[in-house]
């Protein structure tokens, strides 16, 4: 007789007492001998994981998520620092979507952040051990090998979600969804022996078998509530080369049934992840249970969303690929070697993750609260310097006579605020470069910088330049000619303007902006792509007293770069591009910036009626979003009856869910009939697109 073993949950429940708290389930309890075992061996260690699939590059979600492994879990449990253990996993058992480039990103980027786990491990390096644990189930008579199609897959969980539907509201599943066939529920194979599952699984192993074909099911439980629990796949067959593992395997386990076991093998203690996850915790604990392994507590958080961004890997791939940026590190990804690239360092994410915290509300962080971090985090620790993003030439005329035999150089502090940060020199020369933005041909008594009738202040020199001539080609200003007033009884200036040397290095400054026009990018977030999220000063020019800190030698993609406030401009960071030598001066030097010193004067002038506006179309996006998740969760034969938009519109419906009656009883025309299949076309072409 085949060995069984019952899927129904123990009757006993014990309470997770702790600041980590999940929804209990029964499979969740460990006996005293699991609980006695993993108490000896971890003593009065508390350990995590911080385990990230490597088909991509870290983000600011796996950022918040470093952040609540390494340190914030631990804060939250009040364990002692001596204590803490956290284990850097990659949850690799996906070959076809890996690549050794995005393990040795992941490696930098944690590395870069300063977090030091107990260890570096591989989901594959227990590949072994889960397919011996994967046979132990097949003795048990808790899985089989399945012959199913993914169609009849569908069909199977399709039907067993109708059933538990009907159960829930007292209705007859039999009479709301009869089983039309014990080939689809339980299905075909869910009863074959032992024997043939464990040859058949051991010809998968041997590659016998065509991807596709065959898979190891779960025989967990039809009736449950959770479609999570209908028979998972464990295993597919793959013809893949595994990135990290090699040839040795053709079939692969896949996530739901690898890492779990991979929390119990590692003892961990604490599983967290992100609330999609939540309704993960009934295969988690029941595969646990099933193999009788010691259970980690399991805690989800909400997953951390960023305005005017995406951190969809699909997406992000699709930016990266489709070339809408220059890469996984262009300065406007969300990825950590994007925000670093961009110049924010770790201690700017860490502080931002901080802030942010770990909850179980879902929330959507302003932008702008990641600007404030970085300014505050830079304002004291930047060097300053000066520069021009579109310079205009001014020629004084009357240096000589004010620079006198002496020269004029000033020792200027690197930082005003913190003086132990040195100082350096910059010398005013008798051509000097001004920003573009600090000029206007025509006065204007809300500009308050150098016009032909207004003098200005000089930045360290004092005194003021005053403008005597434009000298133009054609419609473009070719310089200005200028003098210095330094006399007594001059007129005080509203403002002093800064400004460049003649020996002043030229350079290429990048300002970016926001990725997308909208706070939260819709479905078509391609089109709401931001054209001016990145605008290039191509000409722009810096004062030379930075010439031996930005020299390509010191230029590194995995480290922070050195970092500038040019004053009045913003905080920047020297690019990787640059291939800059300072001995030279040849090669190209390159800035991008990273955060403007105040909030955007455009955000300021916003009225409150383009606030209230903004606010009505946040609170659509949210909706049309919302709508949308509810759309993607209903299969389209079931659009007609299910979705909110045609709920009650129909009384009929043919054997497809094709309605053929209107509510009141009348029978459709053909054309009508006809729209209505068009749009069931549209939505299940979204909805097959969406489960991919």
């Not at 009065?44 to 088909?55: C, G, L, S, V």
């Not at 194979?189 to 779960?218: I, Q």
């Not at 304002?379 to 004084?396: C, F, G, S």
């Not at 150098?450 to 054609?474: A, F, Q, R, S």
């Amino acid at each position: 007789p085949i060995a069984t073993m019952s899927t129904e949950a123990p009757e006993t429940v014990a309470t997770t007492a702790g600041a980590l708290e999940g929804r209990e389930l029964e499979w969740a309890v460990n006996t005293p001998e699991l609980a006695a075992e993993h108490a000896s061996i971890n003593s009065n260690i508390i350990r995590t994981r911080f385990p990230p699939e490597p088909n991509g590059y870290l983000h600011f979600g796996h950022a918040q998520s470093m952040n609540m492994n390494f340190a914030l879990s631990f804060e939250k449990l009040g364990v002692p620092m001596e204590n803490r253990r956290t284990i850097f996993r990659y949850d690799d058992t996906n070959p076809d979507a890996e690549s050794p480039e995005y393990i040795d990103s992941m490696k930098r980027d944690l590395e870069w952040m300063g977090w030091q786990p107990e260890k570096t491990t591989y989901s594959s390096d227990n590949f072994q051990t889960l397919y011996e644990l994967a046979v132990k189930l097949i003795k048990k008579g808790l899985a089989y090998v399945c012959d199913m199609t993914k169609a009849e897959m569908e069909a199977q969980r399709e039907l067993a979600k109708k059933r538990c539907a009907a159960r829930a509201v007292g209705i007859d599943p039999d009479v709301e969804a009869p089983i039309p066939s014990a080939d689809i529920l339980p299905g075909r194979n869910r009863d074959n022996s032992v024997e043939r599952n464990l040859k058949l699984f051991e010809e998968m192993k041997l590659g016998l078998h065509d991807e596709g074909t065959l898979t190891l099911r779960l025989k967990m439980d039809f009736d449950s509530p959770n479609p999570n629990m209908y028979d998972l796949v464990a295993y597919r067959i793959r013809y893949t080369p595994h990135p990290h593992a090699g040839n040795g395997w053709c079939i692969y386990p896949n996530y739901d049934f690898t890492h779990g076991i991979c929390d119990s093998l590692e003892r961990i203690d604490y599983s967290i992840c992100t609330l999609e996850f939540e309704t993960r915790r009934e295969p988690y604990f029941w595969i646990l249970w099933a193999l009788d392994m010691y259970r980690p507590k399991v805690y989800e958080m909400s997953r951390l969303n960023v305005e005017f961004t995406v951190l969809s890997k699909r997406r992000l791939l699709k930016l990266v690929n489709a070339k809408y940026v220059r890469g996984w590190n262009d300065p406007r990804m969300p990825t950590i070697s994007g925000l670093r690239r961009r110049g924010y360092n770790k201690q700017i994410i860490n502080n931002f993750c901080n802030e942010v915290g770990a909850t179980r509300s879902a929330k959507v962080v302003q932008m702008a609260k990641l600007f404030h971090v970085a300014r505050l985090t830079l304002a004291d620790t930047t060097r300053r310097a000066m520069a021009a993003l579109e310079p205009i030439k001014v020629v004084i005329t009357n240096f000589d006579e004010e620079a006198g035999e002496n020269g004029m150089t000033f020792e200027v502090q690197n930082s005003p605020t913190d003086a132990s940060l040195g100082s350096h020199n910059v010398t005013l020369t008798g051509t000097i470069y001004i920003d573009s933005e600090d000029f206007k041909t025509e006065d204007d008594p809300n500009f308050y910088r150098l016009t032909p009738n207004k003098p200005v202040g000089v930045k360290y020199h004092g005194g003021n330049l005053v403008c005597d001539e434009i000298v133009k080609d054609g419609d473009k200003i070719k310089l200005l000619k200028c003098h210095l007033d330094s006399s007594e009884g001059r007129p005080k200036p509203k403002s002093y303007i800064t400004w460049v040397p003649s020996d002043g290095i030229k350079c290429e400054v990048r300002v970016y902006g926001n990725l997308f026009t909208q706070p939260e990018p819709s479905d078509r977030w391609e089109e709401e792509l931001n054209p001016e999220s990145e605008v290039i000063h191509s000409n722009a020019i810096v004062d030379p007293s930075v010439l031996e800190l930005v020299d390509k030698k010191d230029v590194n993609e995995w480290k922070s770069n050195q970092a500038l406030q040019f004053e009045r401009l913003g905080y920047f960071v020297v690019d990787t591009d640059t291939t800059f030598d300072s001995t030279t001066r040849e090669g190209k030097l390159v800035f991008n910036r990273t955060v403007s010193l105040k909030e955007d004067k455009t955000v300021k002038k916003v009225s409150s009626h383009e606030e209230e506006q903004n606010r009505k179309r946040v609170e659509q996006q949210r909706a049309i979003a919302a709508a949308r998740d509810i759309m993607m969760t209903i299969e389209p034969k079931d659009l007609f009856k299910l979705a909110p938009d045609y709920k009650d519109k129909y009384s009929k419906f043919d054997d497809t869910g094709l309605p053929t009656h209107l509510a009141d009883g009348t029978e459709l025309t053909k054309s009508a009939r006809k729209k209505l299949e068009k749009e069931r076309a549209k939505h299940a072409k979204k909805f097959a697109k969406n489960k991919k």
